[in-house]
């Protein structure tokens, strides 16, 4: 069954740095997403994404973030300067009639 | 607004006994509502979903949820738990088929006991 690709699984940066997680979504899905789970709580929409440009996006979606799918295949998340409190669990998902399926998260540990 | 509120963050089954997970939801337009489980270290994956169709929806690993409009619930069951059916789940509203963004409820962790 395909499925969604993220990479790394795990990344550890520091204060202020800018950190790119990426995506591969499912090759025929047309929407693409980015939500969060900080640890003991709800998973967060953060954005959607569709035709190349944001659908929607959460009040949590500041100019920190950025999305991006440089090359049709690829769907990234930048956080340009981290702070401690972006420190989660970042899931991405792509879509398609309804039903979303999840990549098994980057976790991002800012220090 | 939508919103889901799920009932108990924490539930404890035998094997073998009923598996009930409760998820209340708030909608202003007809809702998509959906199950997903999460095991440990891995990503979210849909149980279920609801889209207007028939209220009794059967989804994967012997799971289904009845959509009772009157009562705005969506209740997981499953007839007899197996001790890999504990994880976390999650019930999740949205109000379009797609390109909408899913409201997530606080989760319910299933511990399943021999």
């Known amino acids: 069954e395909p499925e969604v690709t993220q990479t790394p699984s795990h990344q550890v940066t520091q204060m202020g740095q800018e950190v790119i997680l990426r995506c591969v979504p499912i090759?025929?899905?047309?929407?693409f997403y980015w939500y969060r789970q900080i640890l003991g709580q709800k998973v967060e929409f953060l954005v959607s994404?569709?035709?190349?440009?944001?659908?929607?996006k959460s009040e949590i979606f500041d100019d920190q973030f950025s999305v991006e799918r440089p090359d049709g295949s690829n769907f990234t998340l930048k956080i340009r300067s981290t702070k401690l409190e972006d420190s989660a669990m970042y899931f991405c998902?792509?879509?398609?009639?309804?039903?979303?399926?999840f990549g098994s998260g980057t976790q991002l540990s800012v220090l | 607004a939508q919103s889901v509120t799920q009932l108990g963050s924490h539930v404890s089954v035998s094997e073998g006994a009923l598996v009930l997970l409760r998820c209340n939801y708030s909608?202003?337009?007809?809702?998509?509502l959906f199950w997903y489980v999460q095991y440990p270290n891995q990503g979210l994956q849909l149980l279920l979903k609801?889209?207007?169709?028939?209220?009794l929806v059967k989804g994967i690993n012997g799971f289904e949820a009845e959509f009772k409009k009157s009562e705005t619930s969506f209740h997981l069951t499953k007839p007899s738990a197996h001790m890999s059916d504990a994880a976390e789940y999650f019930c999740?509203?949205?109000?379009?088929?797609?390109?909408?963004?899913?409201?997530f409820g606080e989760g319910t962790q299933l511990t399943v006991n021999p």
């Open positions: 998902a792509s879509s398609v009639w309804a039903k979303l399926f």
């Open positions: 090759s025929n899905h047309l929407y």
């Open positions: 994404f569709y035709n190349n440009e944001i659908s929607e």
């Open positions: 909608s202003s337009v007809p809702p998509y």
């Open positions: 609801y889209t207007s169709a028939a209220t």
């Open positions: 999740a509203v949205s109000e379009e088929t797609s390109g909408s963004r899913l409201t």
